[in-house]
Structures are given as structure tokens and as C-alpha cells.
DNA sequence: CATGATTGTTAAAACGATTTTCTGCACTTG
DNA sequence: CAAGTGCAGAAAATCGTTTTAACAATCATG
């Protein structure tokens, strides 16, 4: 009943040899129809199509892809695709490969080396021809015994520079000096820099950045960084925490998406308010920013672009040109916007009112 | 140089032959170790997990696929990774098919139907055993001649109920229906309803509880839909004209997560604020919801039950139970917050102000 | 007109696993 | 002791393609 209209014997798909025998052809007949490799007389190649039509045929991928060796298939694993950034990876990811025929499999390793690890195992298991990796730590080792074990492979955000990849990521140093240059700029100078976890390149750029900008305002000592881990509540106690001491800090930068979450819930909490008893500055923008009443100065990642940039280093080693390693680093942009401002009113204010 | 340590002859990874000539055996007898279908003896189980420690032997799934005639593969189609609850969705469904040893194909439609087709043929010829897709519109014939012509799948958020598929969806209807009772029985009258698309099932449902909860309360002439479209900005710019009207709206009903933020932008930008001007309660909850200022009350999808859902279903029928078809409705959970008040003070202070 | 190049076609050999079938051996059992 | 019963191992078939190699037929060329 069910396969109605669908003349399959045995309700199995049909198989170019199907294809072949109603068409009165050899297999490879067929298969040089489909795939254009090799020329077909024009009578031939019409019943072959005809053939094909009416069985409703459709290449086996696996079989093919089993003789060509070649999968057309790419594996993408990421930390966790919750987070925006990610989401926005992947996205545009996906799109870039869909246009040249490449499909992806996707995984996360929900920041955990250990199934990071695992999980790019089954990608080699499965002949993926490539492999994109926000990786959970900077190390090779993590996921890999070297380099040389996996197929070509493009490290994103996280591991830049490691030795035999492709590595992509935003200028996290750059970004995250000039946006505490803008702080400092306005005046601030007990600005606390909230990170989820320090362990890692990226991060640990950031937090290079900012020191950096505080170092040539003559005030490495004010620096103060702050570790929240991963979740958005962590990242919230940390920042209450900051932001009840008595030397208040009179901005707050806070290094990652889930960062910025916590410190507004922090801020909200203590019912504060930005800019006017904290500046805010995000590292990571969104919709929301320009959502939230005083709208959120944020640094943006280039997310777009270091897609684009992965895929279009990726396909180069796909289709075998044999380039150096490639290191990108992408300029991030920072935009001005309502929740950072001078200090001074602010703090005066403050100090007269509540504790 | 790249390959040291790897003993492979020519380069390429081994394979079962390798493996069993280094073991001195057949290679079914690797095959019977590995997969541990068939008992082998001590020694000779022991010399074959020595061989493929020692080759590095990685079985090729390509292979075993074909022949086992399963890929351990289920392919995810959806409108759009960007939007929040379709990331969640497939976190969640990684995560869990994972579990069992299943891997994910994703593909996104971008709302679009003829996009959304293409894929799922490609999913098709991949040889993917297992589909779930939230489908761009609510027909089959959309992405397939019909259900026979696909291996199990089910279809979540949209296409509720859809001939030959299991789906899954939020309760819509009731969700959207208590969600205006709330507003109704805070006093509101002038309730806008604001949707991406009218076109969709699932938002249909949205539409028509909405609908009775007005009528219900014998105000079904009050009933005003929005269309704003699948993007933020399409969104705020319908919302800002409903706004300047005259008779304008005391309560917004944001029926989608894009919906939300293009009414948040659409109240700032008119320089309004919420509860105070209009009550806003938005239908998809996130963490933003409580990072606003004034806490945004919503509707929650039940995302993970959604996924867990489907993935339970799925793997029922991928594991041959022939279960009838089933239509699962998940109940949403109202969260009432801080934007959503009575209008009357608010109607009357604004009343003598602006027009 | 014989020879060589070209073209289109197909049979057969891959690709790398799993599964089926067959074989030889040890062990029961009547 | 002959016949039946497991059992473990190996050879061979299989999954559905693509590619190689062999082959015929057509056409040009000296």
C-alpha cells in the first residue's frame, strides 16, 4: 500500500543495476550519465534518464562515497551550540557548504575534552574529508595524537597557532584592548574583567588586552579579573561579588556572551543600574543589545567572516591545493553605545546614597 | 615525515586486511572481535586487539554501512539555526542521540520550502535512517511525494499532525490562550497579537487561542493580528505602526522569540516603556527575558522535552517497533514577570500625555 | 587498403567492511 | 565406533557505486 506509484521490487530503492536493466545498459553506462565523466550517445543517455525518472532512482552517497573515497562531508565540532556565537558559526557554516555540495555532521563537545575527543573520533571513523573544530582547550593533544592524524582540519576561536592547522579567530587581544581603552578613555579606572574561564587562548588574549591597556595608562595594578566558568549564573555570583565590595568597581567588562548575561542579572540584582552606577561593556554582540533599555556597548566578533574565512580555508585544502599553514586573525569592532559612561556623576551619586 | 609512527604502507589509513594479516587471521575474525557478534578464541582475540592498537586500525563506517545497510546517521532539518529554540532543539538531540551511538546530519531550510526539499533529498541519498525535521510549511509535499517515500521520521514544532509522520509540537493553542487570559484578566482590552507568518500551523494554533480567550470573554471583535515576517526589524516596524496608532494597543502579544525582540525595539524606539505604556509578554522564554530590565513575562516552550520527544520517538521506530503514529502535544508553562501589568494607570497617565 | 587513433560501451575489478556459507575438528551419544 | 552436534575459523558473497581495462566500431591517414 504504502509504496504506491513506486514500482520497487521487494520495496527496496532501486540500484543503477534497476536503472541499467529497464534502460538496456551497462551499469557504467549509467553512472556516466549521471555524473558526466565520460561522454553518452544521446539515444542512450535519454532512456537512461527516462530509466531513472521512472524508478525514482537516487544514488546510493555511501556507495559512492565508498569508491571515491571522498565523503563530501564535514565535520563540525563546537563547544556548545547553545551559545549564540557558535549557533552563528555553524549557521553560516552550513550555508557556505551547502552551496558546494558538502554536508555537515555536527557534534558538540560541550566544553569537555574528553567527549571533544571521542566525538572527533567518530568523525575519522565516519571519512569526513575535513574537519572545522572550536576546540575546548588549545591543545593538539585533546583531540588527536598529532596533527597528521585527522583530514584537513581548521581550528576556529579557540587553539590558534597550534603547529600543522589552519587556526582562525578574532583579534581577542586588539578587541579587548581597545574596549578597555574606551573605558579608560571615559574616565574609568577600577574596571573589572569578568572571563569564564582562564584557561584558554582566546581568553587569555582578553585578558592580555586589557591588562596591556591598563599597563600603558600607567595602572597594571588596578587590574582585576574575575573567573565565572560557564554558566550564566556563575558568572553572575562573581560579578555580585565584585560588586559589593566597597571599592566598587566603576565598569564592568565582561569578556564572553555568557559573561555579559550574568553581569546584567548581577547589576539588576543588586538593583543597580548602567551606566549609571556600573559601565557595561560586552565582548560578543546580539539582537539584544540594542533591545536592552540603555542600550549594551558591545565589542563584536566578526562571526560571519571567520565562517566564511574557515570554510574558504577548509575547501582550499579540500581541493588539494598544498598552501602554508594559515593563521587569520580577524578585527573585531567595537560599538559605542549607551551602557558605557564617564564614571565620575555616577560614583559621587553612589557614594552618597545606599552602602 | 607527517605519518611517523603510523607503520602505514603508502600512506593510507589500514584496513581490516591489515589488520588480519598482521594478526594471522581472517578478516572476519577481526570483524568478530570487533564487533563481538561471534565468539574468538583467547589468543587470537588477543592478537588482533594488538594489531589494531598497533596500526592504529580505525574501522571505516563508510564500509560497514553499506553493508550493514544502516548509517547510525539521522538528518535534522530546520528553518533556522540562528533563532534560539531551533539551537536548543538540535543541542538537545545531539546530545541524546549521541547517547546511542547516533550521529547528526544538519541542514537548514531557511524558511524556505524549495531549500527545505533540496535537503531532505540530499539526506535521502545519504542514506540517513532516521529524519526530524521542522518543516518550513505544513505539507508534506513541501520536501516529499509523500511519507512512504521517507525513512522514519518525525516532524517538530510545525506540520502538527500531518498524515504518516509522528509529530511533536508545543500546545500552541492553550498556551497562547492562557497567555491572553492573563492579559485579560489584568484588564487589558486592546490585546495586539503579533506573529512572523500566518501561514504555519503551529502559529495558526496561536492565533486561534488568542482569538478565543477574547471571545470567551466576549471581546472576539477586539482580535488584532500582526503579520511581521521572519525577520527583527520587519517585526519592530509593524509593531511601531500599531503603536502610533491612536486607539493604540495596552498590551503587545509577541507570538514568536523574533516577534519579542522586534516589540522590545519597536516600544524603544518610540520612546514608550513597558508595563508602563503597553504590557508586553512574549511567547518563547530565554535568559534575556530576566536579564531586561523590567523582568519580561512569557510563554516557555518546553524545548527539551520537544527534543527528548522526538528523539524517543525516533529511535522507536529506528529500532523497528511498529507503533502507531503518534501526535504528542507538549504543554507550555506561563511565567508571569514584570511586563505584563493592569493597564488602567498606565492608559490614563499616557492619555494626558503625547497623542 | 591496412594501420592507427578515436569513440562509445561494457565486463570486471575495485572500495572496505559484514554476513553467509562452508570446512575441519573436537566432543557427545546411542 | 559411527553418526550427530557444536564450535571456531576462513573463504566467498554481498552492499551499490565508480573506475579501469578491454573491446568493438567508426573514422581519419599515409
Known amino acids: 500500500m504504502s509504496e504506491a506509484g513506486r514500482p520497487w521490487r521487494g520495496g527496496r530503492p532501486p540500484t543503477i543495476r534497476d536503472v541499467a536493466q529497464l534502460a538496456s545498459v551497462a551499469p557504467a553506462t549509467v553512472s556516466n550519465v549521471l555524473t558526466g565523466r565520460r561522454p553518452v550517445a544521446e539515444d542512450r543517455k535519454r532512456r537512461v534518464l527516462e530509466a531513472v525518472a521512472e524508478l525514482g532512482y537516487r544514488p546510493n552517497q555511501l556507495a559512492a562515497s565508498l569508491r571515491r573515497q571522498e565523503t563530501r562531508t564535514i565535520g563540525i565540532v563546537i563547544p556548545d551550540l547553545t551559545n549564540p556565537f557558535f549557533a552563528a558559526l555553524v549557521h553560516r557554516i552550513e550555508e557556505l557548504a551547502a552551496e558546494s555540495d558538502y554536508q555537515i555532521l555536527l557534534m558538540s563537545s560541550n566544553e569537555d575534552t574528553e567527549q571533544e575527543a571521542q566525538r572527533v573520533q567518530v568523525l575519522l571513523g565516519r571519512q569526513t574529508d575535513g574537519?572545522?573544530?572550536?576546540?575546548?582547550?588549545?591543545?593538539?593533544?585533546?583531540?588527536?595524537?598529532?596533527?597528521?592524524?585527522?583530514?584537513?582540519?581548521?581550528?576556529?576561536?579557540?587553539?590558534?597557532?597550534?603547529?600543522?592547522?589552519?587556526?582562525?579567530?578574532?583579534?581577542?587581544?586588539?578587541?579587548?584592548?581597545?574596549?578597555?581603552?574606551?573605558?579608560?578613555?571615559?574616565?574609568?579606572?577600577?574596571?573589572?574583567?569578568?572571563?569564564?574561564?582562564?584557561?584558554?587562548?582566546?581568553?587569555?588574549?582578553?585578558?592580555?588586552?586589557?591588562?596591556?591597556?591598563?599597563?600603558?595608562?600607567?595602572?597594571?595594578?588596578?587590574?582585576?579579573?574575575?573567573?565565572?566558568?560557564?554558566?550564566?549564573?556563575?558568572?553572575?555570583?562573581?560579578?555580585?561579588?565584585?560588586?559589593?565590595?566597597?571599592?566598587?568597581?566603576?565598569?564592568?567588562?565582561?569578556a564572553a556572551y555568557i559573561a555579559t548575561l550574568g553581569a546584567i542579572k548581577a547589576i539588576r540584582a543588586l538593583d543597580l543600574a548602567f551606566p549609571d552606577d556600573v559601565s557595561l561593556l560586552s565582548f560578543d554582540d546580539s539582537d539584544w543589545m540594542t533591545a536592552l533599555r540603555p542600550y549594551v556597548s558591545a565589542v563584536a566578533q566578526p562571526v560571519e567572516e571567520m565562517a566564511a574565512e574557515a570554510w574558504r580555508l577548509l575547501k582550499q585544502r579540500l581541493t588539494g591545493a598544498s598552501v602554508d599553514v594559515a593563521r587569520v586573525r580577524l578585527p573585531c569592532s567595537l560599538h559605542v553605545r549607551e551602557s558605557t559612561r564617564p564614571p565620575s556623576a555616577a560614583r559621587a551619586k553612589r557614594r552618597a546614597g545606599s552602602p
Chains 1, 2 share one sequence.
Open 131 to 254: 574537519l572545522i573544530i572550536a576546540p575546548a582547550r588549545d591543545s593538539v593533544s585533546a583531540f588527536a595524537a598529532s596533527a597528521a592524524d585527522l583530514p584537513p582540519t581548521v581550528l576556529v576561536d579557540r587553539g590558534f597557532g597550534l603547529a600543522g592547522f589552519d587556526t582562525i579567530c578574532a583579534d581577542n587581544y586588539d578587541a579587548a584592548k581597545r574596549g578597555c581603552q574606551h573605558l579608560l578613555s571615559l574616565g574609568h579606572r577600577d574596571i573589572v574583567l569578568v572571563v569564564s574561564d582562564t584557561g584558554l587562548a582566546n581568553i587569555a588574549d582578553r585578558i592580555a588586552g586589557y591588562r596591556d591597556a591598563l599597563s600603558e595608562a600607567g595602572l597594571a595594578n588596578r587590574a582585576r579579573v574575575v573567573v565565572g566558568g560557564f554558566t550564566v549564573d556563575g558568572c553572575r555570583g562573581a560579578i555580585e561579588q565584585e560588586l559589593r565590595r566597597a571599592d566598587r568597581p566603576t565598569a564592568i567588562f565582561s
